[in-house]
C-alpha cells in the first residue's frame, strides 16, 4: 500500500464525518480538494498535484454507511 | 500468477471493502475508490469520473438496473482500462449520473476477470488472484 492508501484507510470515518455526500482529492495524506464531482476535484488541484499522485473518493455519508447491507 | 490484496477500510468497527483503482479513458489514468459489491453485476462509476476520463458516457450502450431499494437505475456501458495494483483489466463498465450510492462500485464484472476472489473477513484484506 502506498502512504496515502493507509492514510485514507486510516482516517476513512472521519472523512465520513467530514466530507460525506462529497468528493475529495487526497495527495500527501491530506484532502487537497473538495467538490461535486470527480472532474471538479481534478480541475481544483490541477496546478498543485501531478494526476498519478490524486486519490479520488467519492465519499458516502453516514445515512448511506448505515444503509448498507 | 497475479495476486491483488488490498485491506479493508473501517468505519465504526465494521469492515467495509473499499478499493483504489486506476480507470482511464482517452484521457491520462485516474485513481478512484470504489466498494467491491458481489450483488452488483455490473460495475458502475458516477458521470463526473467519465468526465473526467475523456468520455462522453451517454454513447455508451444503454442499460437499466434494478437497486436495493427497487428504483430502476439507468447507465451506459463504455470501454475503459482499469489497473488493480499491477493488474491490468479491460472491460466495459457502466456510467451514470443517477447513481444514489455513495460508492463508485466493482461488481461480478470485475470479479470475472480474475479465477478467485476472497473477501477475508478474519485478515481484514480483499484478495484477487488471477
Known sequence: MTRDETWITEHFQALVECYGGKY??????????????????AEKVRDRVERKHLHIM??????????LL | M?????RYVHFRGRAVPLIPVGIKGPSP???VWAYVDSGAAY????ASVAR???????TGRPMTATTGTGALLRFFL?????QMRRVRLRLDVGFSDELRIGFNVLGLDV????????????NRCLTFTR
Open chain 2, 78 to 82: 463504455q470501454p475503459v482500462a482499469l
Open chain 2, 2 to 6: 497475479s495476486v491483488v490484496v488490498y
Open chain 2, 111 to 122: 470479479f470475472a476477470q480474475f479465477d478467485q476472489v476472497i473477501f477475508d473477513a478474519r
Open chain 2, 29 to 31: 489514468w485516474i485513481r
Open chain 2, 52 to 58: 473526467l476520463i475523456g468520455i462522453d458516457w451517454r
Open chain 1, 24 to 41: 475529495i482529492g487526497i495527495a500527501n495524506r491530506q484532502v487537497v480538494a473538495v467538490g461535486d464531482g470527480a472532474d471538479e476535484v
Open chain 2, 43 to 46: 460495475s458502475l462509476f458516477d
Open chain 1, 58 to 67: 467519492k465519499v458516502p455519508t453516514e445515512q448511506e454507511m448505515s444503509c
